[in-house]
């Protein structure tokens, strides 16, 4: 493993942990509200870990957006807002969006390897994965 991936492989917010059980939770409620067939094929699981990206974003609009309303069906029960929106309606000074892409694409490429552990047992490579 070169430096860049080790940097990459560990994210920098202390939180990364409550990320991943965040991300757990929507990959299992995209799952189980959605028409993907078990065993997942390689785009299936790119789709998903993009859709976690995607809904982990939704969770610091407000609670009265479209997007969020839309989107609260695949959305943790309960969630810290703070990690993405600091309160001040600026959402670009959160934890979560203090990452980068690739760092939000780690998080949900963890979380999606520990949901095949637990749940799927299909064996997913991370090669298979964004």
Same mark, same amino acid.
Request: glycine letters at 4%; charged letters at 30%; hydrophobic letters at 40%.
């Given at each position: 493993?070169?430096?860049?991936?080790?940097?990459? *492989?560990? *994210?920098? /917010?202390?939180?990364?942990?409550?990320?991943?059980?965040?991300?757990?939770? $929507?990959?299992?409620?995209? $799952? /189980?509200?959605?028409?993907?067939?078990?065993?997942?094929?390689?785009?299936?699981?790119?789709?998903? +870990?993009?859709?976690?990206?995607?809904?982990?974003?939704?969770?610091?609009?407000?609670?009265?957006?479209?997007?969020? /309303?839309?989107?609260?069906?695949?959305?943790?029960?309960?969630?810290?807002?703070?990690?993405?929106?600091?309160?001040? +309606?600026?959402?670009?000074? *959160?934890?979560?969006?203090?990452?980068?892409?690739?760092?939000?694409?780690? $998080?949900?490429?963890?979380?999606?390897?520990?949901?095949?552990?637990?749940?799927?047992? *299909?064996?997913?490579?991370?090669?298979?994965?964004?």
């Amino acid at each position: 493993m070169n430096l860049v991936e080790k940097y990459l *492989s560990e *994210s920098a /917010s202390k939180y990364k942990k409550e990320f991943i059980k965040y991300a757990y939770e $929507i990959i299992d409620n995209i $799952i /189980s509200k959605t028409f993907f067939v078990i065993p997942l094929m390689p785009a299936d699981l790119k789709k998903i +870990q993009s859709g976690v990206v995607t809904v982990m974003g939704f969770m610091a609009l407000p609670e009265g957006n479209p997007n969020f /309303s839309n989107n609260k069906k695949f959305m943790p029960k309960k969630f810290n807002k703070f990690l993405f929106d600091n309160g001040d +309606q600026n959402t670009y000074d *959160s934890e979560w969006f203090d990452m980068t892409d690739a760092k939000h694409y780690t $998080i949900a490429r963890e979380a999606l390897l520990e949901y095949d552990k637990k749940v799927l047992k *299909s064996g997913i490579k991370r090669s298979d994965l964004i």
